[in-house]
């Protein structure tokens, strides 16, 4: 067997290394073996992104379909003309378009999550007795806890 395909076999347990295996052996291997372990791989698929390329792979090299799943994704998808005032802010573009069609329209980006973070950690970043004071001045923008490598659980009170 090739030696780029041994040595290849060993990073197999990382999710970019099952790629590389895979490409490699359809390209330098016997193609039967290539086409049973993209079925394995499909079985025990360690993520998703594992998984896609594994049924992605092996519908093209093996089934003949001629695009990805991500271009059919992309060429099967509406498209929405903007007008071109939106041309620097797609989002904005998107949320007026929506709005005009009478829908109810949030653009928040990670606000959301910046909240939810802060509201679910607000004991452990503002009154952990390790971190000290919280804010020491007040252009400080995030607790000292988030900086200090403090664990979380060493903050919490029983």
């Known amino acids: ?19 590389r295996y895979a490409r490699l052996l359809f390209r330098l291997g016997p193609k ?17 992104a594992e998984l896609v390329f594994a ?5 093209r090299k093996f089934h003949k379909k001629r695009r990805s799943v991500l271009t059919d994704l992309l060429h099967d998808s509406p498209v929405l003309a903007l007008d071109e005032s939106f041309k620097e ?3 904005d573009g998107v949320k007026n378009h929506l ?8 653009h928040s980006e990670n606000f959301i999550w910046n909240a939810l973070f802060g ?4 004991s452990e970043l503002f009154e952990s007795q390790e971190a000290g004071s919280a804010i020491a001045s ?21």
């Open 55 to 59: 049924e992605d792979f092996l519908l």
């Open 138 to 158: 007040p252009f400080e923008r995030r607790p000292r806890a988030s900086r200090a490598r403090i664990s979380f659980g060493s903050t919490r009170r029983t």
């Open 1 to 19: 067997m090739h030696i780029a395909i041994d040595a290849s076999r060993t990073t197999v347990a990382n999710p970019t290394g099952t790629e």
């Open 119 to 122: 509201i679910l950690f607000w």
């Open 99 to 106: 709005q005009a069609q009478g829908k109810v329209v949030f």
């Open 32 to 48: 039967e073996e290539c086409r049973a372990f993209l079925e394995r791989l499909i079985d025990e698929s360690q993520s998703e």
């Open 89 to 91: 802010s797609a989002e």
